[in-house]
């Protein structure tokens, strides 16, 4: 399964973006897929999550400003980041997870937010 993450950009403080993360290969099921971020010299850390049933879950700091969705029939996953702030750059990575336990990841895509 390889994932492949697209929509970063730079914006201004305020500003939306919306990611994408398309899943392709030999998918049987995908469950779980989510978006993480990491900043320069920060850990990676867990921004969102959604079960194939659409269950969400989001990190505090993003909750009210970033949605997740996914469209199971494209193997897809979305992340519609709005009223952006300097703090929220970082690469953002999606990640994917199958049936049997499988992890796959993105490349990454890069979310630099201007103030």
């Known amino acids: 399964v390889q994932l492949q993450a697209s929509g970063g950009g730079l914006v201004q403080a305020g500003g939306s973006l919306r990611l994408s993360c398309a899943a392709s290969g030999t998918i049987i099921r995908l469950n779980d897929m989510s978006w993480y971020r990491q900043a320069p010299g920060k850990q990676r850390e867990l921004v969102a999550i959604?079960?194939?049933?659409?269950?969400?879950n989001y990190a505090d700091s993003v909750k009210g400003r970033f949605t997740i969705s996914r469209d199971n029939a494209k193997n897809t996953v979305y992340l519609q980041l709005n009223s952006l702030k300097a703090e929220d750059t970082a690469v953002y990575y999606c990640?994917?997870?199958?049936?049997?336990?499988?992890?796959?990841w993105g490349q990454g895509t890069q979310v630099t937010v201007s103030s």
């Open positions: 990640k994917a997870e199958d049936l049997f336990g499988g992890r796959y």
């Open positions: 959604i079960s194939r049933g659409g269950d969400t």
